[in-house]
Structures are given as structure tokens and as C-alpha cells.
Antibody, heavy 123, light 108 residues
Framework: EVQLLESGGRLVQPGGSLRLSCATS????????MGWVRQAPGKGLEWVSS????????YYADSVKGRFTISRDNSKNTLYLQMNSLRAEDTAVYYC????????????????WGQGTLVTVSS | EIVLTQSPGTLSLSPGERASLSCRAS???????LAWYQQKPGQAPRLLIY???SRATGIPDRFSGSGSGTDFTLTISRLEPEDFAVYYC?????????FGQGTKLEIK
């Protein structure tokens, strides 16, 4: 059974830092692209960042570029999101998600998600 | 950046009716990389459709996706009580990936 379990969310002051983790099991972690998606309270979904299966390629939303760093440890089947210079607008539930494979006719999107971890940025 | 605009914002229908949700892209999107998600309160999103028209594993065949270029549609052929939720379209072809703002499907 595929499982993704986020941790690390908490209350942090503006300007502070936080590292989120996503422990995974039930699939061959090092063959999948992984990503983070967030959802501010009462708002829609916002893609934050993605990382290639090897960790060699990373992608970020403009809203977090230069402040957040995505990484992965394929030996531990774990995905990370280092968040620096946090702002009030970063307050959200952060979801870890797995991106499925591509075939000759289509490419899957985020097919498995964790339950999310809440990050609150406030003084 | 590709902006996805979903309409309507809220759709009020009764169980058994047909639902059509629209997603319009600001620029042409490859059909390979257009997905639809369902989200219920307090839950993570659930992948319904990827590649514009392929149903994800375990998704009932009353859900179907169509479209190309800038116009995409999610159709639910006959609404079940459990289908009332918020639906998002999502472009994931090239960074930055984006989501639509969502359509809330509510019981009439």
C-alpha cells in the first residue's frame, strides 16, 4: 500500500525557518518524481515545488523561489522541503504528493497524496 | 505561466443529474498534462483524470474528461451523493505548474 506521511508543520514566526519531511512506503521511491502542494485556509490548491526521481532537477513556484528548497533522500525514501524567510502568506496545509508515470499517450499527475501538515506563520 | 480559469464557481445540481465543469487555459496546454482532482472537506485531493481524458485507478466511469488546446471539460454523467465536492483542474506540463481556482459542486 502506498503511503505518504508528512511531518514538521508548526507555528513559526515571520522570517523563521522550518523543514518539512514526507516519509514514504509501498512503492519504489527512487523512480518517481515527487512534489509539494499547499492550500491556504479556505483557499484553493497551489503547486509549490517538484523534484526529479534522482534529485538532480528541481522546480519551484515563483512565490517560493529563492526561499524554499526541495530535496530527497532516496536511501531513506523521504522527501523534504526546507522553508526559509517564512511569510504570513506561506500559512497553509502542505501536502506531499507522488507523480505517476508517463505512457506513450499521457502522463499521470499527482496520484498519491499525504494527509498534509499545517504550517502557520504568525507572530 | 499558464492561468487556468474554472467555471462556474459554484454549480448546484441534484443527485442523478449530469454535471459539466469547465477549465479554460490562458495558453494552449498539451493534453498530456491536464488533470482533474476532487477534494472533500478535510481530505487531500484525489486524482480523477490525467492526460485530459484518462481515468485514474479506481475512478468510476461516470467521470470523464475531454478537451484540447485551451478548453477542457470534466463531466459527471449521473451525480451520486458522494460526488458533491470541490473540483480542480491542473496543468503539469512545464514549470510553473498551476491549478484552477476550483468549482464547488453542491447539492441543490
Amino acid at each position: 500500500e502506498v503511503q505518504l506521511l508528512e511531518s514538521g508543520g508548526r507555528l513559526v514566526q515571520p522570517g523563521g525557518s522550518l523543514r518539512l519531511s514526507c516519509a514514504t512506503s509501498g512503492f519504489t521511491f527512487n523512480t518517481y518524481v515527487m512534489g509539494w502542494v499547499r492550500q491556504a485556509p479556505g483557499k484553493g490548491l497551489e503547486w509549490v515545488s517538484s523534484v526529479s526521481s534522482s534529485g538532480g532537477a528541481t522546480y519551484y513556484a515563483d512565490s517560493v523561489k529563492g526561499r524554499f528548497t526541495i530535496s530527497r533522500d532516496n536511501s531513506k525514501n523521504t522527501l523534504y522541503l526546507q522553508m526559509n524567510s517564512l511569510r504570513a502568506e506561506d500559512t497553509a496545509v502542505y501536502y506531499c504528493a507522488r507523480r505517476g508515470y508517463c505512457s506513450s499517450s499521457s502522463c499521470s499527475s499527482f496520484d498519491y497524496w499525504g494527509q498534509g501538515t499545517l504550517v502557520t506563520v504568525s507572530s | 505561466e499558464i492561468v487556468l480559469t474554472q467555471s462556474p464557481g459554484t454549480l448546484s445540481l441534484s443527485p442523478g443529474e449530469r454535471a459539466s465543469l469547465s477549465c479554460r487555459a490562458s495558453h494552449s496546454v498539451s493534453s498530456f498534462y491536464l488533470a482533474w482532482y476532487q477534494q472533500k472537506p478535510g481530505q487531500a485531493p484525489r486524482l480523477l483524470i490525467y492526460g485530459a481524458s484518462s481515468r485514474a485507478t479506481g475512478i468510476p466511469d461516470r467521470f470523464s474528461g475531454s478537451g484540447s488546446g485551451t478548453d477542457f471539460t470534466l463531466t459527471i454523467s449521473r451525480l451520486e451523493p458522494e460526488d458533491f465536492a470541490v473540483y480542480y483542474c491542473h496543468h503539469y506540463g512545464s514549470s510553473p505548474y498551476t491549478f484552477g481556482q476550483g468549482t464547488k459542486l453542491e447539492i441543490k
